[in-house]
């Protein structure tokens, strides 16, 4: 039998110890914050039900669901004679077939459309129950009405988990990746996206990176839509325009000419999404554009709001309004938001989120306004490692001394001495192989970035004491437990 050469799915990945430790360094960073802010965590199942997932995410986002089989003894079931009857008739409660009599049924007489409906019918309603979760965000969503009792609101949560999309995979993309969310729900106050602007400024300033947050409402673009063919084309906008930093202008363009949208009102909204200027300027002449919306010039007066507070609480923090910004998701419906690296080479969204005022209503909770951002791990991981921006204590091994040994003897004494040191609280190992030189020790050591390394032989021993070596610098000395301990704790 031929030996498998092993693989993983493509868009995932394998995290290695350096790789873990830098991913864990950034959610530290981010969580730090997120609880600073008063935020407090929760969980949810890797599976949702497709119920729960389907129809939140617009025709698109539908598309990138992964879909789980049933399986197991599940699809046995599908044999049986119970099945079969039950089966039938739902398809009668669907008007698939006819009823006449009892076990006597009527078929359409095309036989080629009839299978291919029943087939369709099948695999919606039994091929596949569940789902990966797309986002956080609607899991969220499901989470707050199912513990509605219990939970206090205004709510305020974060999460940092796993997420799946069907998407191409390419480089910053992945089909499986990281969001760490944080949202706010049951309160309509504009302060909350204050504290949230306020959070994506913190955690970037403390990983180290320049840059940029965009800010747009969807009102203003529902009041867009209205002005240039009807606020009902929204959504067909939204999806258009949020490809334009993929497809450009021309891409766009072409796309809502196919969708029936004519020279003139592409022109007239390229004309509007393009405004430039300062803040005041560019609100000034959206009024006047909008001035027949009232939706739209609602969402002038949020966005003005968000700008005056935070100019009065954090002058340097500056968001860039970008009417252009649309977060194609359809359940957007207040201010918006994404955040782009200004360096490297990695120019896609690191960070986004917005409010959504109706979403739990789906899901039977009606009145609950909510708002959240979310940080893209994957991506921002990506734009530390390439401008080096990791600490070196990501580097590599947490451990900071490596006890070596020469032959049984040293060895039961070191052993004395990592235990002392763990007691201590200090992360350390002891060469874990049978007796080996000194010089292959260290150089584990060495490959796993250990910092220091402590050595027992005869002379030690005697002196109940260690050669304590700074493997950076290259230097030692003599050094009980006691002193080494309040050497790596100072």
């Known amino acids: 039998m031929a030996k498998e050469k092993p693989s993983i799915p493509k868009g995932t990945r394998d995290f290695g110890p350096q790789e873990v430790a830098k991913r864990k360094y950034i959610l530290n960073t981010i969580e730090k914050v997120f609880i600073k802010y008063g935020f407090m965590p929760i969980e949810t199942p890797t599976m949702e039900n497709l119920s729960t997932l389907t129809g939140k995410y617009g025709d698109e986002g539908d598309k990138l669901l992964f879909k789980v089989l049933n399986s197991g003894d599940y699809l046995s079931y599908f044999k049986s004679e119970e099945f079969m009857n039950q089966f039938l008739q739902e398809l009668v409660e669907v008007n698939i077939v006819d009823k006449v009599a009892e076990d006597d049924y009527q078929f359409p007489d095309d036989e080629s459309k009839l299978k291919k409906t029943i087939n369709n019918y099948f695999k919606v309603n039994y091929l596949s129950e569940k789902g990966l979760r797309y986002d956080l965000t609607v899991p969220f969503a499901r989470y ?107 891409g766009v363009s072409k796309e809502l000419s196919a969708l029936g949208f004519s020279e003139i009102e592409i022109s007239s909204l390229f004309e509007i999404i393009t405004t430039k200027g300062e803040d005041k300027e560019m609100l000034q002449s959206l009024k006047s554009k909008l001035q027949s919306s009232v ?144 010089g292959k020790q260290l150089d584990f050591a060495n490959k796993l970035n250990i910092p220091f390394a402590a050595v027992a032989g005869t002379d030690e021993i005697a002196q109940q004491k260690f050669m304590f070596k700074d493997l950076n610098e290259s230097k030692q000395e003599l050094m009980s437990i006691g002193e080494m301990i309040e050497r790596l704790k100072n």
Not at 184 to 202: R, T, W
Not at 382 to 391: A, I, N, R, T
């Open 144 to 250: 707050v009405v199912m513990n509605r009792n219990e939970i206090t609101f205004p709510f305020k949560r974060y999460q940092m988990q796993p997420v799946w999309r069907a998407d191409r995979p390419q480089k910053g993309r992945y089909r499986e990746f990281w969001q760490c969310d944080a949202d706010v729900v049951g309160s309509d106050s504009l302060l909350n996206e204050l504290d949230l602007i306020q959070i994506y400024d913190e955690v970037f300033k403390g990983l180290g990176v320049h840059v940029e947050i965009k800010i747009n409402n969807r009102k203003i673009l529902a009041g867009i839509a209205e002005v240039v063919k009807g606020v009902e084309h929204l959504q067909t906008i939204a999806v258009a325009i949020d490809k334009l930093d993929k497809i450009g202008t021309d």
């Open 295 to 438: 939706e739209g010039l609602k969402g002038i007066d949020e966005l003005e709001f968000v700008l005056n507070n935070l100019q009065q609480i954090n002058k340097s923090i500056h968001l860039k309004i970008d009417f252009s910004l649309a977060r194609g998701l359809s359940y957007y419906t207040g201010c918006i938001f994404e955040v782009a690296a200004l360096e490297g080479t990695l120019k896609s969204s690191i960070g986004g989120g917005g409010r959504y005022d109706n979403l739990t209503g789906i899901f039977g909770l009606d009145g609950v306004s909510g708002v959240g951002i979310s940080f893209g791990l994957d991506r921002i991981y990506d734009v530390l490692e390439e401008l080096k921006l990791f600490p070196t204590d990501t580097q590599g091994s947490h451990t900071k001394v490596l006890f070596c040994y020469f032959d049984e003897a040293s060895q039961a004494y070191a052993l004395q001495g990592v235990t002392a040191l763990r007691n201590a609280g200090l992360a350390s190992q002891i060469y874990p192989d049978v007796v080996k030189k000194i």
